[in-house]
Structure formats: structure tokens, C-alpha cells
């Protein structure tokens, strides 16, 4: 992003609730106009707000198109900001409770802002699901923010909140001496119209396989995580698989989201009864142990479903083009010009209409498999015996889930924040999991439902 000045700070600066930075980008639009819902509406903590960018004309357009039809509000201040400008980070983080970066690809732009909170005390909220922005930043400013108080959470939007309540949502269903083995998740998107992805979802995925080398340093360097105790012999999952009950085919999905509930649960396994809050009541303290003393840490993976083997076939090819071009420059820059062309339309620089946003639905499914007791999952070369299907479903992903989801997991964080952890750098499981976040997602839109409850033949 190009060098801004910053914003000129006035002797005592009013303290937002939370300022939206890059509130003028595709998302950043949406994260806007659902915030708007509930400025100041009865019983919402959010009673001010900021938004941040390079050039306050956009922002104030931006705040004009997420009013329609009602007159924008005129009592939003608008604040210059550049991830560029470290200074202008900085002021940015000393005038709000709590940040929320939407400026993508976070690979490029994202550490400059995390650092700024991490050393201001500003909690920290994002919707990136790029896994080695994400263990770059636990692995640079975890210890920061512990000390300042800031708390970190990345991936609170599409990637990757659902994934991760969905698992944990599957796993308290395993009661008794029960206990899950392995949940496999299969997303599907559902349109009456053809459905065009966002292009910085795209470049993200271009992204990814540039930085993929990175991650594997970076985790090389750090130390190992803390493995859960998991019933049975690691899984070997194929390629493309076939649910019946589910009707769909799945190709696996390499995504965040199972390196993220992994990090859940390493931290789960570390801390049993979770995360203790900075200042928690006695009844979030119960509720806290409760909830965790329920989830049963479990393997998970993604795959991406369709009910048609032609589609998962499609699937395969434009992941070949990703995986091999984006591993030279000349490569991505191809891909990147030519989205459309490499994803046979799946994605575009003009992004989805509104009617097509408007159309558009996800459904994911979490195909649990597992042991109805202790002794069956210990006896050797035994399969599983049981299985647990759950569903998370709700409107399209990218502009209405993800925006629902962050500005919820804010409030949560505005409501709540004394019952979450003082500072650190955290999944969005593991600090969202015991809290009344799935209640208020179901409130707004998504749904978590128990599909089917069976015992498998031996």
C-alpha cells in the first residue's frame, strides 16, 4: 500500500470501540454495513466507531454505500492509516478498544498491524486464512501481546470460524465414553445464479503456495506443538471420497482450517479446561470447564464437495493450475492477471454481483467417525463403530458470513472481554469456543444442526 501521513492526534483523542481498517475493500464494504446494525442499537456494546484507510474519500463512500437506503451516518470519524506507515499504525491502535483488519493479501500488509496492537494493548480481530501469516505472527508476537494485553485472534470470518465451532459442536455430541476419531468436513457453495468467488480469496490461495516453503521453516524453528491423545491409529484419508448419506463427492481442501482446529486442541490438551479469562466471573469460570471437560479433540480435514464427480474433477485441474504456477513469479503473475481463465470462471477481479451474493449459500458438513466406548477404540486393527453427522449452514461466504461472523466475534470480545484471555496471540476456537458466539451466529443467519446419530457395522 502507498506511503499516508497519519492522523494528527488532538490532545485527549476519544477511545472507539472499534475502528474497521480497510473498511473501502470488497469485505471491508460488508464488515461496514453489518457494524452498522448494531451501532448503538439497544443492549450492543458497540457505541463507536472508526474506520482507517489510505484515502478518506473512499472511506466516506464506503460509509455511504453500507447505509443504503438510509442516510449515512454523520458521526463516524475517519482515520488515515497505511500499512506502510508504521506511525500511522500506531495511532490508529492507541484510539480504539479493538481493531479489525480487513486489508488482504495479510501475507503482504498484516504483520505491520499486528505488531502495532501487540505493542499498544489493542485487541486484535481479522478475517485472513492464510495459515502462515497466522504462525508467523503466534511465533513473532505471541509474547508481546501476553504482556501488553493485546489479544490476537486471526481467521474470524469464513476461514475459519466455522470449521472450527463445527468440530466443536461435533465433538460435544460424543457423550458418555464415546469418543470422535476422525471428522472430516465437506463444504459445498450453493447458488440459483453462477457463483464468482472474490478475487483477493484467490490471490491469498496464489499466496499460499509462495509462502509454503516458509511455513515449513517456520515450523521447523519453533518448537514442536502438544499432540492430543486421540483413540486409534492415525487416519489415511483418500484423495476423492464418497459419502452416500451425505449424497456428495469430496476432494480434499488444503485450507487453514484443520491446521487451526489442530492449534485448538494442541492448546485444549496444554490447558484442559481452556483459557482462563483476564478477569473472568465464577460463572464463566464453571461454564468455561464445563464446555471444554465436553470437547473430545478429534483428527479433522476439509474437503470440497459436489455432487458430481465432473465437478470434483474440475476442482482437481484449477488446484493443479494454483499448485504449479504459483511456484514461479512468472507463474502467479499469470494467474493472477488471468483469474478467471485459470478457474474457468470460478473467480473474477470484479467479484460477485449483489444479486449473485444475494443467492449464494454454503453447507458444511462434519462426517464424524468414532468409538461408542474405551475399550473398542483400544482394541487393535478395531474400525470405528460409530458415526455422528452435524451441518453448519448459512448465507454466501465470503461477503455475508465472514462480516457476520467478525463483527459477532466483536461483540463477544466488547461484552465479554474480561472473561477472555488477558493477551496473546489465539485460534479463534480457543477463545471463542465456551462463549455465547454460536447462539448469536444462529441469531444472525448460520444454523448448527445434528444430523444423524448411527452405529456402524463392524
Known amino acids: 500500500m502507498a506511503s499516508s501521513s497519519s492522523t494528527p492526534m488532538p490532545q485527549n483523542p476519544q477511545l472507539f470501540d472499534l475502528v474497521i481498517l480497510g473498511a473501502s475493500g470488497f469485505t471491508g464494504k460488508h464488515v461496514l454495513k453489518q457494524a452498522l446494525k448494531f451501532l448503538k442499537a439497544p443492549s450492543s456494546p458497540l457505541r463507536s466507531i472508526a474506520l482507517a484507510g489510505r484515502s478518506p474519500s473512499n472511506l466516506s463512500r464506503a460509509i455511504q454505500w453500507a447505509s443504503r437506503p438510509n442516510s449515512p451516518p454523520t458521526d463516524i470519524p475517519l482515520l488515515t492509516a497505511d500499512t506502510s506507515d508504521p506511525d500511522s499504525l500506531r495511532a490508529v491502535c492507541s484510539r480504539t478498544r479493538l481493531l479489525l483488519n480487513c486489508v488482504g493479501p495479510f501475507r503482504r500488509h498484516g504483520d505491520p498491524v499486528v505488531a502495532a496492537c501487540a505493542a499498544s494493548g489493542c485487541d486484535y480481530?481479522?478475517?485472513?486464512?492464510?495459515?502462515?501469516?497466522?504462525?508467523?505472527?503466534?511465533?513473532?508476537?505471541?509474547?508481546?501481546?501476553?504482556?501488553?494485553?493485546?489479544?490476537?485472534?486471526?481467521?474470524?470470518?469464513?476461514?475459519?470460524?466455522?470449521?472450527?465451532?463445527?468440530?466443536?459442536?461435533?465433538?460435544?455430541?460424543?457423550?458418555?465414553?464415546?469418543?470422535?476419531?476422525?471428522?472430516?468436513?465437506?463444504?459445498?457453495?450453493?447458488?440459483?445464479?453462477?457463483?464468482?468467488?472474490?478475487?483477493?480469496?484467490?490471490?491469498?490461495?496464489?499466496?499460499?503456495?509462495?509462502?509454503?516453503?516458509?511455513?515449513?521453516?517456520?515450523?521447523?524453528?519453533?518448537?514442536?506443538?502438544?499432540?492430543?491423545?486421540?483413540?486409534?491409529?492415525?487416519?489415511?484419508?483418500?484423495l476423492i471420497e464418497h459419502q452416500k448419506k451425505i449424497g456428495l463427492w469430496g476432494v480434499v481442501l488444503p485450507s487453514a482450517d484443520s491446521t487451526l482446529v489442530g492449534r485448538t486442541f494442541s492448546t485444549l490438551t496444554e490447558n484442559p479446561y481452556g483459557l482462563p479469562g483476564r478477569n473472568e466471573t465464577a460463572e464463566m469460570v464453571e461454564k468455561r470447564?464445563?464446555?471444554?471437560?465436553?470437547?473430545?479433540?478429534?483428527?479433522?480435514?476439509?474437503?470440497?464437495?459436489?455432487?458430481?464427480?465432473?465437478?470434483?474433477?474440475?476442482?482437481?485441474?484449477?488446484?493443479?493450475?494454483?499448485?504449479?504456477?504459483?511456484?514461479t513469479s512468472f507463474g502467479r503473475w499469470l494467474l493472477l492477471k488471468y483469474p478467471s481463465v485459470f478457474t474457468f470462471g470460478g473467480f473474477s477481479k470484479n467479484g460477485p454481483s449483489e444479486e449473485e451474493v444475494e443467492s449464494a449459500s454454503f453447507k458444511m458438513w462434519f462426517v464424524g467417525h468414532g468409538y461408542s466406548k474405551k475399550n473398542v477404540a483400544t482394541e487393535r486393527n478395531?474400525?470405528?463403530?460409530?458415526?455422528?453427522?452435524?451441518?453448519?449452514?448459512?448465507?454466501?461466504?465470503?461477503?455475508?458470513?465472514?462480516?457476520?461472523?467478525?463483527?459477532?466475534?466483536?461483540?463477544?470480545?466488547?461484552?465479554?472481554?474480561?472473561?477472555?484471555?488477558?493477551?496473546?496471540?489465539?485460534?479463534?476456537?480457543?477463545?471463542f469456543g465456551?462463549?455465547?458466539?454460536?447462539?448469536?451466529?444462529?441469531?444472525?443467519?448460520?444454523?448448527?444442526?445434528?444430523?444423524?446419530?448411527?452405529?456402524?457395522?463392524?
Not at 458430481?308 to 504456477?325: A, C, M, N, Q, R
Open 125 to 238: 480481530l481479522d478475517i485472513t486464512g492464510e495459515a502462515e501469516f497466522m504462525e508467523r505472527m503466534e511465533a513473532r508476537y505471541h509474547e508481546s501481546a501476553v504482556e501488553s494485553g493485546s489479544l490476537v485472534v486471526c481467521a474470524c470470518g469464513f476461514d475459519s470460524v466455522p470449521a472450527e465451532l463445527g468440530v466443536l459442536f461435533n465433538s460435544v455430541q460424543w457423550v458418555g465414553e464415546s469418543s470422535p476419531y476422525r471428522v472430516v468436513g465437506y463444504l459445498t457453495a450453493e447458488s440459483e445464479r453462477r457463483i464468482v468467488g472474490n478475487f483477493g480469496t484467490f490471490e491469498s490461495a496464489v499466496l499460499a503456495v509462495e509462502s509454503v516453503k516458509d511455513l515449513e521453516d517456520l515450523r521447523r524453528s519453533t518448537p514442536a506443538r502438544t499432540r492430543p491423545a486421540i483413540p486409534g491409529p492415525p487416519p489415511k484419508g483418500a
Open 434 to 458: 465456551a462463549t455465547d458466539l454460536r447462539d448469536r451466529l444462529q441469531q444472525n443467519g448460520l444454523s448448527f444442526d445434528v444430523i444423524t446419530k448411527s452405529k456402524l457395522s463392524s
Open 289 to 327: 470447564k464445563a464446555f471444554w471437560s465436553s470437547v473430545k479433540p478429534t483428527h479433522f480435514e476439509v474437503k470440497l464437495g459436489s455432487k458430481h464427480l465432473l465437478s470434483i474433477f474440475v476442482y482437481i485441474i484449477i488446484g493443479i493450475f494454483i499448485g504449479l504456477l504459483g511456484k
Open 382 to 431: 478395531r474400525k470405528p463403530d460409530m458415526e455422528i453427522i452435524t451441518r453448519v449452514m448459512g448465507p454466501e461466504m465470503g461477503y455475508v458470513t465472514t462480516p457476520i461472523i467478525l463483527i459477532q466475534c466483536a461483540l463477544v470480545l466488547l461484552s465479554q472481554r474480561d472473561n477472555l484471555p488477558k493477551g496473546g496471540v489465539y485460534t479463534p476456537g480457543i477463545v
